[in-house]
């Protein structure tokens, strides 16, 4: 089977590629974006008329969290039209697509793990481009796995992780914020998953929430980075309003792995094990 993956210059296309030579089943066609620009629907026809993919992996993305607040336009073209783009040609070339979404489309007010049927309401430009991405793909067609994760980091790309250790290897003291509540997600495992639900054969299409198990706030996730690492810094918790940024984090965007786990019979990680084991 031929499955296709955008974005492959990212983090999470770099990680599938990095899981592919375990799935001999499955000829890959990794596209970057300059390869193909799921903004442009020729592009994107072009690319499927080619290679007549059984399955696409959207990774492409605009993840600027921040800077998506002042790029709303750029954001929304890749986020909306592109995910709008690469369903119609999905459609059109009865591809079933798995497409990656995100925790921000919720509001971060519950205290609780968020289902996929809880309601969404995004607090920024980021987060509206993504939901708005998923109801555009729901407008289009129906063979569709849309996987929402959060906190995504790896050896690959620009990540949380990989800031922590440049900077632990650069400052005697740093200060990151325990007030905000998530699951970090190593995109090997989420690589892995989405792989997983290639290989189910299983047509259940719809939303599903994956992302490593247990909870922790950036603060603790920074603190087992550098005890993994054996990096010696003078790290300090700070509330979020000491740290503000252009757009608003949810406080608590923990996500409810049931769905997914029950369907496909993927087995999850918790994050502080899979930190030491998949980022060496």
Known sequence: ????????????????????????QMRFVFCNSSELDIANQQNCETIFDQ????????????TAVDKAESESEKAFL???TGAKNIAESCKKHRTILLHVSTDFVFDGEKDTPYSEKDATHPTGVYGQTKLDGEKAIQAVFDDYFIIRTSWVYSRFGHNFMKTMIRLGNEKESLSVVNDQIGTPTNAVDLAEALLAIIASGKRDFGIYNFSNEGQCSWYDFAKKIFEINKIEIDLQPIPTTA???????????????????SVFGIAIQNWSESLKINTK
Request: charged share 15%; net charge positive.
């Open 51 to 62: 290679f007549q993919p059984d399955f696409c992996i959207n990774a492409a993305a605009y």
């Open 1 to 24: 089977m031929v499955v296709l993956v955008t974005g492959a210059g990212g983090q999470l296309g770099e990680a599938l590629q990095f899981v592919a030579p375990d799935y001999p």
């Open 243 to 261: 740290y503000p940024t252009p757009a608003k984090r949810p406080k608590y965007s923990v996500l409810d792995k049931q769905k997914i786990k």
């Open 78 to 80: 890749i986020n909306v």
